[in-house]
């Protein structure tokens, strides 16, 4: 008697081991949120989406959200190093029924503004200025200043092609920008945005002047890049819960001549999440998957932020702060030092970045008062009663190459990480800000790779010390821990590893 084996079902959750020739069937739901405030000048805001339990959800669906501009603004747009994520400041994935949450990330555009580092030049011009709003591109420019005929008339001349140093780019070409002194032209020193990515309130068709961006869900949790969730197999159901920043200084950013005030509200619409689910058609293979699979165990990573506002005499001094973590499972924690204001100016709108910057030490320089350096850093991270550097770290370079161990390469310059060195030509302008002024030293990060192992009761320690600029500054440490989500009988439940 024969036997007719069945095909073998690969593993559905894991998006590397899917055949590129499986049959499925994709569905595309357009949802509408099931609640929505609108944050305010002072306020936070929140939205949430319900999803549907079919198919499989797919890591690449997207949140399309747009803003309304301000009454009277004409010049305005979204922080290059975060785009529309600014206007997020929490994104949690919870069970609808139970209310247990799977994955919360907390001050989610600093959190964005990490992984934006992370992304590429050629992506940034040719994809993300489009989709999400973010570009922080750079190009060689060749351009010199010669004053060889006196009387301060000095000009911009092409150096062939011997580049002198670095600026922005977005893929349009820089004009000629006046600075305010008429004997002292500068030819070809202005960058704009592209006209598609301005928000201009006094334009007859306000939301063609207001663009529509988008995140991916992936983007949102990030453990969903490399699996989907069987939302088929799970009765109790998934929300997605969004908190929205303040609508005033923290979503938006000035361009040239473009006055402070006025607040950004969310076009509701054009916000939805287009959800699509996957449908796997081959030989009945979901229902063999899942006949298969009576319990599913998946482990992923989660975020816990931990903060903490100090002045810069007690950076300085240096500060000690215990991060939590206690009997987790912690693989990688990630310091930034933001600076953010409460009036309009270059540490909120009237800038490239807004608020979510990285403030690097002061640039390396001796006081001749004392003779001691200015600009130094001290780092480390204790826990289970021992410092996972044996000596802190003092170097700038040596703290770069840690950040590459344990996040990857940033697309970051010296200058730009390390506020050292030289790169940024000393007057060419992004919509009226002159990037060697507002970009150097604001993409500073301190990441680890934690390898001693499970945190005990003792939990996680941070050592800082560094010499920042008057303050106060905000010291965000995101922390990278296990979890693992187990689905059966219909049921999601979560775990921490």
């Keep these: 008697m024969s036997m007719v084996s069945q095909p073998v079902v690969p593993d559905l959750l894991d998006l590397s081991k899917i055949p590129a020739d499986y049959s499925q069937s994709v569905e ?36 399309f959200v747009g803003l309304i501009p301000a009454a009277g603004t ?3 747009f979204l922080p290059q190093n975060v785009g529309i994520a600014s206007v997020l400041d929490r994104a949690v994935l919870k069970v609808r029924k139970s209310g247990q949450v799977i994955n919360d990330i907390q001050d989610f555009g600093h959190f964005y503004s990490i992984q934006s580092a992370m992304v590429s030049n050629e992506t940034m011009i040719e994809r993300e200025q489009y989709t999400s709003g973010r570009c922080l591109a750079k190009e060689f420019r060749n351009q010199r200043f010669d004053d060889s005929a006196g009387g301060g008339n000095e000009v911009v001349v092409d150096d062939g092609n011997l580049a002198q140093g670095y600026g922005l780019s977005n893929g349009r070409e820089y004009r000629t920008a006046n600075l305010g002194n008429p004997l002292r032209p500068r030819e070809a020193q202005l960058l704009l945005q592209h006209p598609f990515s301005k928000m201009d309130a006094t334009s007859a068709a306000t939301i ?5 961006y988008q995140i991916d869900l992936a983007e949102l949790f990030p453990f969903l890049k490399t699996t989907q969730l069987p939302l088929y197999m799970i009765d109790q159901g998934l929300t997605i819960e969004l908190f929205w920043s303040k609508t005033s200084l923290d979503r938006v950013c000035r361009g040239n001549g473009q006055v402070a005030g006025g607040q950004f509200l969310i076009d509701k619409t054009q916000l939805k999440f287009c959800a699509d689910y996957i449908t796997y058609l081959q030989d009945d293979a979901m229902n063999r998957w899942r006949d298969g699979h009576p319990v599913i165990r998946l482990p992923f990573s989660d975020y816990r932020l931990s903060k903490l506002t100090a002045t810069d005499a007690a950076l300085t001094g240096g500060v000690v702060r215990q991060l939590g973590m206690q009997n987790r499972l912690v693989s990688r924690a990630v310091t930034i030092i933001s600076k953010q204001s409460d009036a309009s100016d270059g540490d909120s709108d009237d ?3 807004n608020k979510y910057n990285m403030y690097a030490p002061e640039a390396g320089i001796i006081d001749t008062s004392n003779g001691n350096e200015v600009g130094t850093i001290s780092y480390n991270l204790k826990y289970k009663s021992r410092f996972e550097f044996s000596q802190s770290l003092t170097n700038k370079a040596q703290a770069f190459t840690q ?15 390390s506020n050292e060195g030289t790169g940024y030509l000393p007057t060419i302008q992004f919509e009226g800000h002159t990037q060697a002024t507002v970009l150097p030293g604001k993409f500073f990060m301190l990441g680890t790779r934690l390898t001693n192992g499970r945190v005990e009761s003792d ?4 050592h800082l010390k560094v010499d920042v600029p008057a303050g106060p500054f905000q010291v965000r440490t995101y922390l990278e821990y296990g979890r693992e989500a187990v689905i059966e009988d219909g049921e999601f439940l979560v775990y921490n590893l």
Aim: a negative charge; hydrophobic letters at 35%; zero cysteines.
């Design 459 to 462: 939990g996680v320690e941070l």
């Design 403 to 417: 950040l590459t161990m344990s996040e990857g390469l940033p697309f970051v310059t010296r200058q730009d990480y």
């Design 28 to 63: 595309t739901d357009l949802l509408e949120t099931s609640t929505f405030q609108e944050a305010t000048a002072t306020q936070t805001g929140f939205a949430s989406f319900n999803l549907a339990q079919k198919g499989f959800l797919h890591s690449h669906s997207k949140l």
């Design 74 to 76: 004409t010049n305005t």
């Design 208 to 212: 063609a002047e207001s663009p529509v």
């Design 351 to 353: 800038s490239v970045l």
